[in-house]
């Protein structure tokens, strides 16, 4: 019998949707090179609460809620190791160009440090170069005129070269807000208020009940709020309406003088220097509006996905995990991608949803509800839990167990091992044990999960 050829894959970038992107490729028996231009996995890990990934998950002992970027770094390490993806990454070497080629599939040119210019072809090109990459700094009146020093954000390290000097900080909310409204003077600032996440939610929402979202925990790991309270921070709801010498002039007829201005003001989600002009750009509306099927898929070109270009209301990597087996069932074959029409269909129905639900902002252009959004995504490969696939384990298996399972993904904290129950890619074995482990609180890693860990890393 004749075998079909593997897919050769191409991955654009080895950070967090890199990485699992090479794993979820591999284990769809696609080859997959990753070009990285950095000499190290995981380019941007900042300090974060971030799930990890449903088949290899945290182990509590080791990770508090809130890790700083070094251990993100570590468990991304330890992730790469244990799936053995670190071999299929090209380091220290740039993609300067994709180009669809006539054959099919796409060109690559790419450059090794130091080195001469190659050309790889590629039957799949993946985009996980991250969105959070082109720093966007408005051009405020007056600019040139402001005598301190001004920066973005995501050049800021460290709070000691500001120590004892006059700060505002320009742009409050997730780092990829792009609206200047507000500045605040003297030190720090990062505040979000994430609307709550679970099935419970969407299941009330499918039942056509009002669904009162449970509001989590402020995020607020440095304490902000309680600078902002007690007034080490001064928050001012207003607009820059312009630079000068001294500082900042405020909407609200307010003069800031400070010595330091940081521009939190958000990315540019659309640029991608590498790719076509037209490849991810909406044909129809202006930026930062894309033309990207699930925000992933491109209508426009074959063989084209870009994962992790989206802003999630919930944790990045399940959103990025759940691409990933979509776009490798897509390129294996295993999922059907829908044709052009079906997919602007789909991209126009989505901003319309999008414009009903979020305020209409640049940066909400590309957010989307975490559990909704991975549900959606997975629901094909038979992977988004529902009650009736849950309860009907009652009949399968022990009922008490199905009970309990039942309360933690309906009631309990959300974690990507809900879209590992069932479906293609399933690992049950391991997904329950930690979603049991979760539901109980426990401070370290089950024995089914580090047993059923051990059995994947010996597959
Ligand atoms: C301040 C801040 C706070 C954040 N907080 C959270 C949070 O709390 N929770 C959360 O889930 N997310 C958070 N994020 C989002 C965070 O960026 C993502 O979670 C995650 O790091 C994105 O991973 P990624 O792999 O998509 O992109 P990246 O980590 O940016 O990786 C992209 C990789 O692509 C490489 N690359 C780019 N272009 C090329 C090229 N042409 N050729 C070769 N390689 C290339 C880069 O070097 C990089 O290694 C935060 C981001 C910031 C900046």
């Known amino acids: 019998m004749a075998t079909v050829p593997s897919k050769r894959v191409a991955v654009i970038g080895a950070g967090l949707t890199g990485l699992v992107a090479i794993k979820e490729n591999l284990s769809e028996g696609s080859s997959v090179q ?34 700083s970027h070094y251990l993100q770094l570590r468990y991304l390490n330890e992730y790469a190791d244990h799936f053995k993806v670190k071999k299929h990454i090209r380091f220290n070497t740039q993609v300067l160009q994709c180009v669809p080629a006539a054959q099919g599939g796409w060109t690559l040119e790419v450059q090794e440090k130091d080195g001469e210019r190659e050309e790889h072809h590629f039957d799949a090109l993946i985009c996980a170069s991250g969105a959070l990459a082109t720093p966007v700094t408005p051009d405020f009146a007056g600019r040139e005129s402001f005598r301190g020093e001004l920066l973005h954000s995501h050049h800021y390290r ?10 505002a900080i320009i742009g409050l909310g997730a780092p990829r807000s792009s609206n200047p409204e507000l500045a605040s003077s003297q030190r720090g600032t990062m505040a979000s208020d994430q609307a709550g996440q679970s099935h419970r939610r969407k299941a009330a929402q499918g039942a056509g009940m009002r669904a009162r979202a449970s509001r989590a925990e ?66 129809e509306l202006a930026a930062p509006h894309i033309d990207l099927y699930k925000f992933m898929v491109s209508p426009w070109y074959e063989d084209l996905y870009v994962l992790g270009r989206l802003e999630v209301f919930g944790p990045h990597a399940s959103a990025a995990e759940a691409q990933s087996r979509v776009a490798a069932a897509m390129i ?63 009949f399968r298996g022990n009922p008490i167990r199905a009970l309990s399972l039942f309360k933690a993904v309906y009631f309990g904290i959300p974690c990507s091992g809900q879209w590992r129950l069932f479906g293609y890619g399933r690992n049950q074995k391991l997904a329950e044990a930690t979603i049991f482990r979760i539901a109980h609180g426990e401070g370290e890693l089950s024995k089914a999960e580090q047993e059923a860990i051990g059995a994947v890393a010996s597959a």
Do not use: W
Request: hydrophobic fraction near 35%.
């Open 158 to 167: 460290t709070p000691s070269p500001f120590e004892g000097k006059r700060v």
């Open 34 to 67: 990753c070009f990285e231009k950095l000499g190290h996995i995981g380019a941007s890990g900042p300090t974060a609460r971030k799930p990890p990934k449903a088949d290899f998950p945290l182990d509590p002992a080791r990770y508090p809620d809130y890790f």
């Open 332 to 394: 294996s074959g295993k999922l059907a991608k829908p044709g052009h029409e079906e997919m602007m269909k789909s991209i126009k129905a989505n901003r319309h949803k999008i414009s009903n639900n979020f305020v209409d902002t640049p940066r909400h252009f590309l957010t989307v509800h975490s559990v909704e959004y991975i549900d959606d995504l997975l629901a094909p490969l038979g992977c988004a839990p529902s009650v009736g696939k849950v309860l009907g384990q009652m």
């Open 218 to 283: 402020p995020d607020d790991p440095r304490g902000l709020l309680r600078k902002v309270r007690t007034g080490v921070v001064k928050v001012h709801r207003a607009s820059v309406e312009a630079l000068n010498e001294t500082g900042l002039a405020l909407s609200t007829n307010v003069q800031l003088d400070v010595d330091v201005i940081i521009c939190a003001t958000g990315y540019s989600l659309t640029d991608m220097p590498y790719l076509p002009r037209d490849a991810v750009a909406s044909r």
